[in-house]
Nanobody
């Protein structure tokens, strides 16, 4: 069973940046595409970004495209979400997750993600 641990959350001012690391426990990590989701207060979980197993392909939700960057380091079993130009609408709990389904649209079906971390809170102040 893959275990995922997110970190790096906290309070950031609007317009600022934050990087969220997600550490995976097993070397099988490199077999998975890796995604980030988020859940804002009172809302359902929302797809944010996905990176292919090799790191060569990425996909972003329209709400974060051009501001967030997803990347991975397979040698370290890590995936990252670099958040730039954040705004209060980015306030949410952020989760990383493993995806065994193909790297093909749609990417927002939660049941296609097998393992999830516990989440890290990001709060953006205006």
């Amino acid at each position: 069973q893959e275990q995922l641990v997110e970190s790096g959350g906290g309070l950031v001012q609007a317009g600022g940046s934050l990087r969220l690391p997600c550490a995976a426990s097993k070397r099988t990590f490199r077999s998975y595409h890796m995604g980030w989701f988020r859940q804002a207060p009172g809302k359902g979980r929302e797809f944010v970004a996905l990176v292919s197993w090799s790191g060569g392909d990425t996909y972003y939700a329209d709400s974060v495209k051009g501001r967030f960057i997803i990347f991975r380091d397979n040698a370290k079993n890590m995936v990252y979400l670099q958040m730039n130009s954040v705004n209060p609408e980015d306030t949410a709990v952020y989760y990383c997750a493993t995806r065994l389904a193909p790297f093909a649209l749609p990417f927002d079906r939660e049941y296609e993600y097998s393992y999830w971390g516990q989440g890290t809170q990001v709060t953006v102040s205006s």
